[in-house]
């Protein structure tokens, strides 16, 4: 048997807990009836098994409640289309389908216990022939069910709704639905995001300023998801040679929050109510297109906003007040809103930084000066360094901040070991490996910008 981990991007949190069994066959046909319809159209979760002549694979889709839809039918067997979402690219199930177009699904009702099991043959459905069924999709399957059977009672467990997965996109409905959709509340609430400033600290990375269509509520900590579709998403496209990567992206992006919250005790806000900041270094589409529109003085430009999330807060309490935070590069953003809530003299931060990207630091410490003591700068790249690189690290030295010009090591975490209580990571994969070995049998919290 072989195992290949599934990816949670578009998995909704729930709270599992047993139940007894009672099952009933509700319906045997594979023309759905009403309720099996309506199970269809709850479900935010199925298993999908596909298999490829030789082997057979099990894999989840997951997205807003409502994501899978049914054809309308006229008698016969019924049809029903799922988006395929960007996902991690091995296209193992797609793969499968294309070998032996044949697959089995099922529909879990985490509230009743009950479950549609389904086979069926699969069609997927690539660029315009996906756009035309199910607008804004370049990739969808439609299913021709063969058989089905609506068990009532059947699972063993049931499930409380949790947090719902930042990067579910709103419901595609089907282009025969889409009258109906328009009238739906929850694409009406849909939430836009105004671009109002963008404050250059590096070559690389920048501070933009957003303010909201209602007011931003999110907590110090929490990561904000961006959908930029409208931007980007160009609907069909059968190739993409010079970009192919986009014929399966969303175009939704996450980055954590940098300005405070000010919500009680902490009333630190400096922004207006309905306003918030991210910093972001320009890596590929997204972060470019909101480069290019930052600079573009008077030009309106606004994004979607899919809404706030995440708990990667950096607390002291009475028993734990020394904590310690380590950072690589825009690693450093979770603690920006956090600042103003710390008593930064408890604060150990050990922070690597590229030459090239002092600007960040020196921005950081000119906001919150005491800042100064509490960090160690690690940094990389000296030969790339510019003047102008030089002098905002001699600047930063004259604050007070101490700087190593290398990488970090297991003995300066070990020197901290004796008082700080808890330590908080965000760095790149690698590093975090590599720490996270070091401070073994400690209090660890990441974030994870590699989702
Ligand atoms: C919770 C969370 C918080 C985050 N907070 C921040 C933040 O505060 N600031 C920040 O700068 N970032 C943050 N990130 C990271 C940010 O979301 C990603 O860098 C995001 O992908 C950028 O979007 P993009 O479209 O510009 O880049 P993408 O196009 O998504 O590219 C991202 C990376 O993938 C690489 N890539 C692109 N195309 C390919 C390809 N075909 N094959 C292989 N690799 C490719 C790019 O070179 C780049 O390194 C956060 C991420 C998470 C999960």
Redesign the pocket.
């Known amino acids: 048997a072989k195992y290949e981990s599934n990816c949670p991007k578009y998995l909704n949190k729930r709270d599992i807990h047993p139940a007894a069994t009672d099952p009933k066959l509700v319906s045997d046909s594979a023309t759905l009836d009403q309720k099996a319809m309506d199970l269809i159209h709850k479900v935010d979760l199925m298993f999908l098994s596909t298999n490829s002549g030789s082997h057979m694979d099990t894999n989840h889709r997951g997205g807003s409640p409502g994501f899978i839809r049914c054809l309308p039918q006229e008698g016969g067997s019924t049809q029903f289309v799922y988006p395929e979402y960007s996902g991690n690219r091995l296209y193992q199930s797609l793969g499968n389908m294309i070998l032996e177009p044949k697959a089995g699904f099922c529909f879990p009702d985490f509230e009743t216990g009950d479950c549609l099991f389904v086979t069926g043959t699969t069609e997927i459905l690539f660029g315009r022939d996906a756009a035309e069924i199910m607008p804004r999709s370049n990739l969808a399957v439609r299913v021709t069910i063969t058989a089905a059977r609506h068990v009532a009672s059947v699972l063993p467990f049931r499930g409380d709704t949790g947090e719902f997965s930042p990067y579910n996109p709103v419901v595609r409905y089907l282009a025969t639905e889409q009258a109906a959709s328009r009238a739906d509340a929850s694409d009406q609430n849909q939430i836009t995001a105004k671009l109002l400033e963008q404050t250059i600290l590096t070559p690389t990375?920048s501070r933009f300023r957003f303010s909201l269509s209602n007011a931003a509520t999110f907590k110090a900590g929490q990561?904000v998801t961006i959908d930029a579709s409208e931007h980007l998403d160009f609907g069909y496209s059968h190739m993409r040679d010079d970009d192919?990567?986009s014929l399966n992206?969303d175009?939704v992006?996450?980055?954590?929050v940098?300005s405070p919250p000010g919500l009680p005790p902490h009333p630190s806000k400096r922004l207006a109510d309905d306003e918030f900041e991210?910093?972001?270094?320009?890596?590929?589409?997204?972060?470019?297109l909101l480069f290019k529109h930052g600079l573009k003085k008077g030009a309106e430009f606004e994004v979607g906003i899919k809404g706030f999330g995440?708990e990667?807060v950096v607390e002291q309490t009475e028993e734990k007040p020394v904590v310690a935070f380590i950072a690589a590069g825009?690693g450093i953003?979770?603690l920006m809103p956090c600042l103003t809530s710390l008593e930064l003299g408890s604060l150990r931060l050990l922070w690597t930084l590229r030459a090239a990207d002092i600007g960040l630091a020196l921005d950081m410490i000119e906001n919150a000066q005491e800042l100064a003591r509490s960090l160690t700068l690690f940094v990389t790249g000296m030969d790339f360094a510019s003047d102008d690189d030089k002098r905002s690290l001699k600047n930063v030295e004259e604050h007070g901040v101490r700087i190593e010009y290398r990488r970090m090591e297991k003995g300066d975490l070990e020197r901290l070991m004796p008082e700080v209580r808890r330590w908080y990571i965000c760095t790149g994969t690698g590093q975090r490996s590599a720490v996270l070995q070091w401070l073994s049998g400690q209090e660890v919290l990441y974030?994870?910008?590699?989702?």
Not at 282 to 288: C, I, N, P
Not at 447 to 451: A, L, M
């Open positions: 990375i990561y192919p990567r992206d175009f992006r996450t980055f954590t940098s991210i910093t972001i270094r320009k890596v590929g589409v997204v972060t470019d995440g990667f825009v953003t979770p974030e994870d910008y590699n989702f």
